[in-house]
RNA sequence: GGCCGAGUGGCAGAGUGGUGAUGCAGCGGACUGCAAAUCCGUGUACGUCGGUUCGAUUCCGGCCUCGGCCUCCA
């Protein structure tokens, strides 16, 4: 088996990964707060760790992988939004909730094999917060519950920066009632028009980073062979699920491997909510295929940030059209039993989630396919590209749909092509090249081939 | 101020201590009635200044530029 390696925030390096238990590789995600509909941007974390999650289902099986993507459905926002449109809580939540599944689905992106909202999981954060506690890491102060920083020495060793830094650079004013500025809040009291459920503190709610610590443990376990999430969550988020994690489960490790994806950025700039650079999937969905967008984003490197822009889109567009094009030409061809990607392939996915070199064994593959001259041969790739396609996601679709697109005209289009077989026939080259001519006015590409014309959507 | 990261050919984007990935665009050719698609060929790319080395885009150091985090944020 080719050796998976992947990128670890806490140690900066690439290293082999090597799973607690090969029959159960457990992931988690931190998913959306559900309060407006996802961005573009949003989405990045949620299509590479799919295609991390389909490699390993790939590696180890896959019923041996269990990957968790929280819904986090209590947040201040989230009150907010609520407050400012009057509609409650609930419709907001489960509505964005609804939303964001349906666009990853857009994209392609499998359901995780589990989806906690932390709604779902008080009572384990109220467990967990007495734990801590009880250790003496957390101390309640007017109606909080604070974790007590200090208390835990490794606190900084995933975004590698001390508690020094921290302060030196605090830009905020520090509550009163915590004993360090570098405390973070458990558990924070809620007034009558705020959501809160019934607690050994009083009516309150908990803070945003208890909830994925929580539902770690239930779901997968104390600790887990990989964590994941956008870079801006290493601090604080990350940093604090594992001060949690570990003084609850006696200084075990939270997760073995540590990833953290790279921005989406508009004219450079991050694209984020605050800024309102964004860019959400529902609208681009009306103007792009989800497959068009996924290419696009996994056409960088997961690390590296990645500019987005209608370029970008365009330019995958006609790379997914020349693969389909291939695969077209392929339609003859049986799929072989049994086919597997092809090892290039799946060396350059092994290698940190190399989707670009991925992608680049997939034109690879196509190249092979177009100038192969046995049938044997062409099979072999054929299985080659649509099992390697399928582990990133791509090429799934039938090739002559996604190369016609979409239209009511088909049948009329049909018919040009027909006219124009007879005019061809006859040698009335001004008659056949006048159709073409017109049908190229409509965006429709013709293509005379040994075994009659073919006709697409796009020039 | 502290901590991260990035600067590759017209564009996107991998990678490597020593035969210039890959895609798009361009140019030449084959094929075609002409095209399209496909195929073949075609590019003196690695921010800057030093250092190490037989040799650096790749390692080390300085500098410049840009971005992110330090507050909610994928």
């Known amino acids: 088996m ?51 999650f389909r490699l390993l289902r790939h590696l180890y099986g896959e019923e041996h992988v269990v990957y968790a993507r929280n819904i986090t459905d209590i947040d201040d926002k989230i009150n907010a939004a609520s407050q400012e449109s009057g509609r409650s809580i609930s419709d907001i939540t489960k509505e964005m909730a609804d939303i964001y599944r349906s666009d990853m689905a857009e994209l392609g992106v499998l359901p995780p094999t589990h989806e906690p909202h932390a709604t779902a999981h008080i009572s384990e954060i109220i467990a967990m917060i007495k734990t801590l506690i009880n250790s003496g890491n957390a101390y309640e102060a007017d109606g ?60 309150g709610r908990p803070g945003w980073h208890i909830e994925c610590s929580a539902m770690i443990e239930k779901h997968l376990g104390k600790t887990i062979d990989i964590h994941g999430g956008g870079h801006d969550l290493i601090f604080p988020h990350h940093e604090n699920e594992i001060a949690q994690s570990r003084c609850s489960h006696g200084g075990v490790d939270l997760a073995r491997v540590w990833m953290h994806n790279g921005f989406l950025t508009m004219d450079k700039d991050k694209m984020s909510k605050s800024i309102g650079n964004i860019v959400t999937v529902h609208e681009l969905t009306k103007t792009h295929s989800g497959e068009t967008i996924r290419f696009a984003m996994l056409s960088a490197h997961y690390r590296q940030p990645l500019d987005w822009s209608e370029e970008l889109l365009a330019q995958a567009k006609k790379t997914l059209d020349r693969m389909y094009g291939t695969l077209e030409n392929l339609s003859e061809i049986a799929l072989p039993a049994g086919a597997e990607p092809s090892e290039a392939f799946i060396a350059a996915l092994s290698d940190d989630v190399n989707t670009p070199k991925a992608l680049a064994e997939l034109s690879a593959l196509c190249k092979a396919a177009n100038t192969a001259t046995s049938d044997v041969e062409r099979a072999k790739l054929k299985g080659h590209l649509a099992t390697s396609g399928a582990l990133l996601g791509l090429l799934q679709n039938d090739p002559s749909a996604w190369l016609k697109g979409d239209g009511n005209d088909d049948q009329e289009i049909d018919a040009l092509v027909e006219a124009r077989k007879i005019a061809r026939a006859n040698k009335d080259f001004t008659e056949s090249d006048r159709i073409r001519d017109d049908l190229t006015a409509r965006g429709i590409t013709l293509e005379d081939g040994a075994d009659g014309t073919k006709w697409r959507r796009g020039l």
């Not at 238990?21 to 988690?28: G, L, Q």
């Not at 900084?156 to 030196?168: E, K, P, T, W």
Request: hydrophobic share 35%; glycine share 6%; proline share 10%.
């Open 144 to 203: 909080h519950v604070l974790f007590n920083v200090p208390g835990f020495d490794d606190y900084g060793n995933l975004s590698h920066r001390n508690r020094h830094d921290l302060i030196a650079g605090a830009r905020v004013d520090v509550a009163p009632y915590k004993k360090d500025p570098a405390d973070f809040v458990l558990w924070k009291p809620s007034t009558e028009d705020l959501p809160g459920w019934e607690s050994p503190w009083g009516r």
């Open 2 to 52: 080719i050796t998976l390696k992947l990128h670890n925030t806490m140690t900066k390096a690439k290293a082999a990964f090597e799973p607690t238990d090969p029959k159960r590789v457990t992931m988690y995600v931190c998913g959306p707060t559900v309060y407006s509909r996802p961005h573009i941007g949003n989405a990045r974390p949620a299509l590479v760790f799919d295609v991390l």
